[in-house]
Nanobody, 127 residues
Framework: VQLQASGGGLVQAGGSLRLSCAAS????????MGWFRQAPGKERETVAV????????YYADSVKGRFTVSSDNAKNMVYLQMNSLKGEDTAVYYC?????????????????????WGQGTLVTVSS
């Protein structure tokens, strides 16, 4: 599975960005997809996760109400709409995938459980 993230850039606090992740090489649609981020000097953290069907989602508390994860399986795309951006959202954002049927409370959310990673896209929020 190959993942290509794009859409990062420089934005002012309060602004919006939409990240995209193009997936290729998947042999089935049953993949949980996630967005993660890593700021300088900090550990990688989960931002948002979406189940293979799109019916289950997970958000970190820090982004709830501001970020929205979505997917388009027909296009093999996953998106992260980020609104009301804050300085603390500055990080390299990664999309990742893991083969999984899980949904609801069983949805995989920990970064170490994801097997496939994209190259990352930098989001910088200026205050």
């Amino acid at each position: 599975v190959q993942l290509q993230a794009s859409g990062g850039g420089l934005v002012q606090a309060g602004g919006s960005l939409r990240l995209s992740c193009a997936a290729s090489g998947r042999t089935s649609p049953y993949y949980t997809m996630g967005w993660f981020r890593q700021a300088p000097g900090k550990e990688r953290e989960t931002v948002a996760v979406i189940s293979w069907s799109g019916g289950s989602t997970y958000y970190a508390d820090s982004v709830k109400g501001r970020f929205t994860v979505s997917s388009d399986n027909a296009k093999n795309m996953v998106y992260l709409q980020m609104n009301s951006l804050k300085g603390e959202d500055t990080a390299v954002y990664y999309c990742a995938a893991v083969a999984s049927w899980a949904s609801g409370s069983q949805l995989l959310t920990e970064h170490y459980k994801f097997d496939y990673w994209g190259q990352g896209t930098l989001v910088t929020v200026s205050s």
